[in-house]
Nanobody, 127 residues
Framework: QVQLVESGGGLVQPGGSLRLSCAVSGFTLHNYTIGWFRQAPEKEREEISCISSTDGSTWYTDSVKGRFTISRDNAKNTVYLQMNKLEPEDTALYYC????????????????????WGKGTLVTVSA
C-alpha cells in the first residue's frame, strides 16, 4: 500500500524556520520524483518544489526560491522541505506527492500528473 505521510508543521513566528518531512512507504523512493505542494485558505493548490528521482535535480516556485530547500534521503525513504525566513504568506496546508514527470527541474508545466498524495501538515506563520 502506497503511503506518504507529512510531518513537521506547526506554528512559527515570521522569520522562523521549519523542516517538513514526507515519509513514504509501499514503494521505492529512489524511483519516484516527489513534489511539495501547499494550499492556503480560500486559495488554489500551489506547486512549490520538486526533486527528481534520477539526478536529484530540483525546482522551486519563485515565491520560495532562496528560502526553501528540498532534499531526499532514499535510505530513510524520506523527502524533506527545509523552510527558512518564513512569512505569513507561507501559511498553508503542505502536501507531498509522487510526481509524474521527465523534467522535474523545469517545473509543473512538464508534469503529467500527480499519483499519490499525503494528507498534509499545517504550517502557520504568525506573530
Amino acid at each position: 500500500q502506497v503511503q506518504l505521510v507529512e510531518s513537521g508543521g506547526g506554528l512559527v513566528q515570521p522569520g522562523g524556520s521549519l523542516r517538513l518531512s514526507c515519509a513514504v512507504s509501499g514503494f521505492t523512493l529512489h524511483n519516484y520524483t516527489i513534489g511539495w505542494f501547499r494550499q492556503a485558505p480560500e486559495k488554489e493548490r500551489e506547486e512549490i518544489s520538486c526533486i527528481s528521482s534520477t539526478d536529484g535535480s530540483t525546482w522551486y516556485t519563485d515565491s520560495v526560491k532562496g528560502r526553501f530547500t528540498i532534499s531526499r534521503d532514499n535510505a530513510k525513504n524520506t523527502v524533506y522541505l527545509q523552510m527558512n525566513k518564513l512569512e505569513p504568506e507561507d501559511t498553508a496546508l503542505y502536501y507531498c506527492a509522487t510526481v509524474l514527470t521527465d523534467f522535474c527541474e523545469l517545473g509543473p508545466t512538464f508534469y503529467y500528473g500527480m499519483d499519490s498524495w499525503g494528507k498534509g501538515t499545517l504550517v502557520t506563520v504568525s506573530a
